[in-house]
């Protein structure tokens, strides 16, 4: 079985600041796929990244950055220079290879508030 | 803007009464997932299409739950009868369906479901 952890349920921090989200894996696949999405107060839910188990690079777009590190198995995702507008519920997102499990499991998210 | 679509938006019923949700996959997209969030679960996967065909609804109560493609440009998911427990936000995506899930799911806004 599969399993996402987002130990942080709720992160509030000052405009500006550095903010880390925590994401945490379970697979037993050893190819497999890791996304983020963020939820904003209007419900939709917006794809962030999609990063493959091969690929252990970190990536950077903006303001926004994401580690992964196969050995730990984790895909934390920071903001730097945080503002308001990224204040938002983001959820970490696990796939398989295939083999049946086709579909997304999601961690419990995590709630970001940026106060101005 | 390639986008998923969903209607209605928000939906409130009584219990008993027959729900039918609508989501228009993204033009050329041959995969379509349906979702539910509820606060206590989280996000899960309820059904998944390819091609039209369904190829995974272990997710979805079987006796009151029913996922349909009439067509490549429609998904359906239908209750019958609605329960109270079935309030939640449902969720459209779909993907290019890509060999080996390459391929990224894209939401749509959700349809907010209120069972009274």
């Known amino acids: 079985a599969q399993k996402v952890t987002q130990a942080q349920t709720e992160i509030s921090v000052v405009e500006k600041e550095d903010v880390t989200l925590d994401c945490v894996y379970e697979t037993r696949d050893t190819t497999y796929y890791l996304f983020w999405y963020k939820q904003p107060p209007s419900g939709e839910l917006v794809f962030l990244i999609r990063r493959n188990s091969f690929d252990e690079q970190n990536e950077i777009s903006g303001r926004y950055s994401w580690n992964f590190q196969k050995s730990t198995s984790s895909f934390n995702f920071t903001i730097t220079a945080s503002q308001v507008v990224d204040s938002a519920v983001y959820f970490c997102?696990?796939?398989?290879?295939?083999?049946?499990?086709?579909?997304?499991?999601f961690g419990k998210g995590t709630h970001l508030i940026i106060q101005p | 803007d390639a986008r998923v679509t969903q209607t209605p938006r928000d939906k409130v019923t009584e219990m008993g009464q027959e729900v039918t949700m609508r989501c228009q996959p993204i033009l050329g997209h041959n995969t379509v997932f349906w979702y539910r969030q509820t606060m206590k679960q989280g996000l899960e996967l309820l059904a998944y299409?390819?091609?039209?065909?369904?190829?995974?609804d272990s997710g979805m109560p079987k006796d009151r739950f029913s996922a349909e493609m009439p067509d490549a440009t429609l998904a359906t998911l239908k209750i019958q009868p609605s329960e109270p427990r079935d309030s939640a936000v449902y969720f459209c995506a779909s993907g290019l369906g890509l060999a080996g899930n390459r391929d990224t799911q894209y939401f749509g806004p959700g349809t907010r479901l209120t069972v009274l």
């Open positions: 299409f390819r091609n039209r065909a369904p190829l995974d």
């Open positions: 997102a696990l796939r398989n290879l295939g083999g049946g499990a086709d579909g997304l499991t």
